[in-house]
């Protein structure tokens, strides 16, 4: 996502950081919610430093039914553009 907004003169004068990408991303269009991804990204960084076996189920739980659905969301915009 960054390098598509990168691309399209989108990230000019920001801070490049991650939720400002996903800032970027919502406002361009190419994600539904920049929540969800800035959620994602916060879980995974509590999963890399987490040796608690119910909320490491509770993240797994997560990327089941929430964030594997707005990756192929994601996946499936740049496969649009990709095709057009």
């Known amino acids: 996502m960054k390098d598509y907004l990168e691309y399209n003169g989108s990230l000019n004068n920001i ?4 939720r400002n990408i996903f800032k970027e991303g919502y ?11 800035i959620d994602m990204m916060l879980r995974r960084n ?3 430093h987490t040796y608690d076996f119910v909320k ?3 993240i797994i739980k997560r990327i089941e039914n ?3 659905k707005i990756l192929n969301e994601l996946y499936n915009f ?3 553009k990709i095709n057009d």
């Open 27 to 37: 406002s361009a269009k190419i994600i539904n919610s920049q929540d969800d991804f």
């Open 66 to 68: 929430n964030y594997l």
């Open 78 to 80: 740049f496969l649009d």
């Open 56 to 58: 490491f189920k509770e």
């Open 46 to 48: 509590l999963l890399s």
């Open 15 to 18: 801070d490049i950081s991650p």
